[in-house]
């Protein structure tokens, strides 16, 4: 058998660009791929951007209240905040009073640990209130009166938590939850008979170790209002799931 140069340069040749086809295509699939992924990551973004200033349900309003000034007392604030979260429906509201560093709640007689309203004055009872911070109580009015701050319908007292007076101050945050068919968080209303005042609260103000409160009285939530809308977790884990879904997707067709 004679060796043939010319015939085994053909051969080569031919072998050579059946190699780079093969590069070639992978290469275009590679990019397809790269596009789809871009395609997709662009959709999603846009998506994502049209949802800004939407409220999707299950998400929660939170109104977050200031104290911020005492008819009998104390100044000028802030002292604290009274936080609201209806946790995106109705039925129930999660309450947070969050007294500032070297205020606290305490017993004077002024109407409460913390004074409010209800739109349509409903009755309640115990078993509206989930007081989970120990020793405190529910006061269910109708009629509360409070120096300075007028008239409330209902009220959560310090019952051990403090002590008498201003002799023992409770520092640290009052939670409670609201359970009532209807109520969201602008069920909490200011009233003419509480002087146009949302809460109230009998607090200790800038209490000094070994000299006790600087003064005591009720404090008025006259300061600024806030309102926020909050993502629920639940709807954070779904949009997270479908991103998570459609980028694995993605990923599967371009391989």
Request: aromatic share 8%; proline share 5%.
């Amino acid at each position: 058998m004679r060796f043939v140069r010319g015939a085994g340069c053909a051969l080569d040749g031919v072998g050579r660009g059946m190699i780079r086809g093969r590069r070639s295509r992978r290469f275009d699939r590679l990019q397809l791929g790269t596009r789809n992924v871009k395609r997709l990551l662009i959709t999603l973004l846009t998506a994502l951007a049209a949802c800004v200033g939407y409220v999707a349900p299950g998400s929660a309003t939170i109104l977050t209240y200031t104290f911020a000034a005492s008819p009998s007392c104390c100044g000028t604030g802030p002292f604290g905040t009274v936080k609201l979260d209806d946790h995106g429906g109705s039925g129930s509201v999660d309450v947070t009073v969050h007294p500032f560093v070297g205020d606290g709640f305490v017993d004077t007689g002024a109407g409460g640990a913390l004074l409010f309203n209800l739109a349509g004055d409903p009755a309640l009872t115990a078993a509206n209130i989930s007081l989970p911070t120990a020793g405190f109580g529910f006061d269910p009015g109708p009629s509360i009166h409070a120096d300075g701050t007028g008239d409330w319908d209902y009220s959560i007292t310090c019952v051990t938590a403090c002590g008498p007076g201003g002799s023992t101050p409770f520092f640290g945050d009052l939670t409670f939850t609201l359970t009532l068919a209807g109520v969201t968080v602008d069920s909490f209303i200011a009233t003419l008979a509480s002087n146009g005042n949302v809460f109230a609260a009998d607090l200790c103000y800038a209490f000094v170790p070994g000299r006790g409160c600087t003064a005591t009285g009720d404090i008025d939530t006259s300061g600024p209002l806030v309102r926020e809308q909050a993502p629920e977790p639940g709807t954070l884990l779904l949009l997270g799931i479908g991103i998570l879904g459609a980028a694995v997707g993605a990923r599967r067709k371009a391989t």
